[in-house]
């Protein structure tokens, strides 16, 4: 009896497995680092601000928990695909038996091919509309704005600018981004071992062709990274929320640094000129016990690198 009631949960633990490995492994990813920074913020402060900090890794647990929640979709699109096919097949098999005669006319490979491909498009739709949904991204947008407001002047603008529509976003870029250029990847380096069996089998493979072979990965990491820094410093808003918070985490830089630098590229911030930035760093100069002769632009020339380097230069 216990080996028949095993034999029965097994397919059924078969449809569940990729939803719960797929669900497990983002919500990992999502609230890991999360976790891992009130952690050490808690460890940090001895009495003062430990409620707040117990509030939001509670916070932190409660909303990757939502359906609306990337571990969420992750979980839906793999065990939406895996359960999916089941239907489809039988569907694509009555169709066949209707053929009857003419079931020639339906490719033997398509009877794997095409339950495939409708059960990731049905399930990948269907998870992004719950992503997406208007009234999640709002809250989202709000909770962006507020932390935000933190680095800027005015409270209204930063929410202003986290809840202002972009055409064909959504909340998924970030893995967008990820998804496309993985598979841009693996299709270039096919195609690049095909173009190399070939020319080995020729004879005609270059010196030249191996020093691409050998570095082009780390070329490719070097300018994607360039780029997505150089968005990061100027264009912060073209960059997903998650990449912003990574690069700000990784870097530890104050941010009037940043600010400093967009307004240079703006044509507001002038070595020996007065053009009225000096305010800005010299609330970074007060904060830092720094002369604040060293944040204004017109006196000071260059930054002194004490201040670049935030102390340690």
């Given at each position: 009896?216990?080996?028949?009631?095993n034999?029965?949960?097994?397919?059924?633990?078969?449809?569940?497995?990729?939803?719960?490995k797929?669900?497990?492994?983002?919500?990992?990813?999502?609230?890991?680092?999360?976790?891992?920074?009130?952690?050490?913020?808690?460890r940090?402060?001895?009495?003062?601000?430990?409620?707040?900090?117990l509030?939001?890794?509670?916070s932190?647990?409660?909303?990757?928990l939502?359906?609306?929640?990337?571990?969420?979709?992750?979980g839906?699109?793999?065990?939406g695909?895996?359960?999916l096919?089941?239907?489809?097949?039988?569907?694509?098999?009555?169709?066949t038996?209707?053929l009857?005669?003419?079931?020639s006319?339906?490719r033997?490979?398509?009877?794997?091919?095409?339950?495939r491909f409708?059960?990731?498009f049905?399930?990948?739709?269907?998870?992004?509309?719950?992503l997406?949904?208007e009234h999640?991204?709002a809250e989202?947008?709000?909770?962006?704005?507020?932390t935000?407001?933190?680095e800027?002047?005015d409270?209204?603008v930063?929410?202003?600018?986290a809840?202002?529509?972009?055409?064909?976003?959504?909340s998924?870029?970030?893995m967008?981004l990820f998804?496309?250029?993985?598979?841009?990847?693996?299709?270039?380096?096919?195609i690049?071992?095909?173009r190399?069996k070939?020319?080995?089998?020729?004879?005609?493979?270059?010196?030249?062709?191996?020093?691409?072979t050998?570095y082009?990965?780390?070329?490719?990491?070097?300018?994607?990274?360039?780029a997505?820094?150089?968005?990061?410093f100027?264009?912060p808003?073209?960059l997903p929320?998650?990449y912003?918070?990574?690069?700000?985490?990784?870097a530890?830089?104050?941010?009037?640094l940043?600010e400093?630098?967009r307004?240079a590229?703006?044509?507001?911030?002038?070595?020996g000129?007065?053009?009225g930035?000096?305010?800005?760093?010299q609330?970074?100069c007060?904060?830092?016990d720094?002369?604040?002769v060293?944040?204004d632009?017109?006196?000071?020339?260059?930054?002194?690198?004490?201040?670049v380097?935030?102390?340690t230069g």
């Amino acid at each position: 009896m216990i080996s028949d009631q095993n034999k029965q949960q097994r397919p059924r633990l078969r449809l569940l497995g990729p939803f719960v490995k797929a669900y497990g492994l983002a919500y990992a990813s999502v609230v890991g680092p999360k976790l891992l920074k009130c952690l050490l913020s808690l460890r940090r402060q001895k009495h003062g601000n430990r409620r707040e900090i117990l509030s939001s890794f509670y916070s932190v647990f409660q909303r990757s928990l939502t359906v609306r929640g990337f571990p969420f979709f992750c979980g839906a699109v793999v065990g939406g695909y895996t359960f999916l096919q089941i239907p489809f097949r039988i569907l694509l098999r009555w169709i066949t038996l209707q053929l009857r005669g003419k079931s020639s006319l339906i490719r033997r490979d398509l009877f794997e091919i095409l339950p495939r491909f409708f059960a990731a498009f049905l399930s990948a739709w269907l998870s992004l509309g719950l992503l997406n949904d208007e009234h999640f991204k709002a809250e989202q947008a709000t909770e962006v704005a507020k932390t935000s407001s933190a680095e800027q002047d005015d409270y209204e603008v930063a929410l202003r600018l986290a809840t202002e529509p972009v055409p064909l976003a959504g909340s998924s870029l970030d893995m967008t981004l990820f998804a496309t250029s993985r598979a841009a990847e693996i299709l270039i380096h096919r195609i690049w071992l095909s173009r190399k069996k070939s020319r080995i089998a020729k004879g005609k493979w270059t010196a030249l062709e191996g020093v691409i072979t050998q570095y082009a990965d780390s070329w490719v990491f070097a300018a994607s990274t360039g780029a997505i820094m150089w968005a990061w410093f100027y264009l912060p808003n073209s960059l997903p929320p998650a990449y912003n918070a990574w690069i700000k985490s990784a870097a530890q830089v104050d941010q009037r640094l940043v600010e400093v630098l967009r307004r240079a590229r703006r044509g507001e911030f002038v070595y020996g000129e007065n053009t009225g930035q000096a305010p800005l760093l010299q609330s970074m100069c007060k904060d830092y016990d720094w002369p604040l002769v060293w944040g204004d632009p017109a006196k000071t020339v260059p930054l002194p690198c004490e201040m670049v380097h935030m102390g340690t230069g």
